[in-house]
């Protein structure tokens, strides 16, 4: 564990609102009982930049009088500001495997993008996976510097993914890929061939009409002659 994974907190008491520049929090686990903390803001979103949710945090209570190996289980963003309005800490059991959400890290420039002006497609930010808590990885990166054509896809099975970590995804599945360029300015500069004559939609099924309709005026105006001699 990074020394920089480390955050310090305090127990509240239920209806304690606490200080300026802290937010609720609860920590809880299989074998401990839900508790109500306090964090200091600052603090914890600098923490979760660098740690996300899928990297174990040493939790650091009441100075140090209690400590647990947690992870960043939720958190909630005031829906204006987007910041930090309360988190949950989740203490696994460190001997049983768990699944959790790892981000993806876009690298590099894909060539294709440049050379035939094609787009870049990023079909996931993060891919599911299933390792002890210890052993889950902060991120995998992925370096679109493969994507040279614009057939080339980057793919699950391209992810660098450590021995002890199940990817739960089918290594086929595509991350990134590349979008063909619009064709629509070429199609529509080509020469109409020879007797070729764009079709108006509609136009066909009234010609159609019209026939019909003289067609049945003539059969009336022979009836009427039949009727006269």
Not at 19 to 41: N, Q
Not at 71 to 93: C, K, S, W
Not at 113 to 142: C, S
């Amino acid at each position: 564990m990074k020394e920089s994974n480390k955050i310090s907190v305090k127990t509240r008491n239920s209806g304690d609102k606490g200080e300026a520049g802290l937010i609720p929090a609860v920590l809880y686990g299989a074998k401990r009982k839900s508790t109500p903390l306090f964090v200091s803001k600052d603090a914890f979103e600098k923490l979760y930049k660098e740690a996300g949710e899928s990297t174990l945090i040493a939790l650091d209570i009441d100075d140090k009088k209690d400590k647990a190996s947690v992870l960043i289980y939720e958190i909630q963003r005031h829906p204006l500001t987007g910041d930090v309005m309360h988190a949950d800490f989740f203490e696994p059991n460190l001997k049983e495997e768990v699944e959790a959400e790892v981000p993806l890290n876009f690298i590099g420039e894909a060539p294709a993008v440049k050379e035939f002006e094609g787009t870049l497609v990023k079909n996931m930010y993060t891919v599911n996976v299933k390792a002890l808590p210890q052993n889950l990885p902060h991120d995998f990166e992925v370096n679109v510097e493969k994507l040279k054509t614009l057939d080339d896809v980057f793919t699950v099975d391209d992810l660098q993914i450590p021995k002890d970590v199940e990817i739960l995804h089918e290594g086929g599945t595509a991350i990134a890929m590349i979008s063909r360029p619009e064709n629509v300015e070429e199609e529509l500069e080509k020469p109409i061939e020879e007797g070729e004559e764009p079709e108006v939609v509609g136009e066909k099924e009234k010609e159609e009409k019209e026939e019909e309709t003289k067609e049945e005026k003539e059969e009336e105006t022979k009836e009427e002659e039949k009727k006269e001699e």
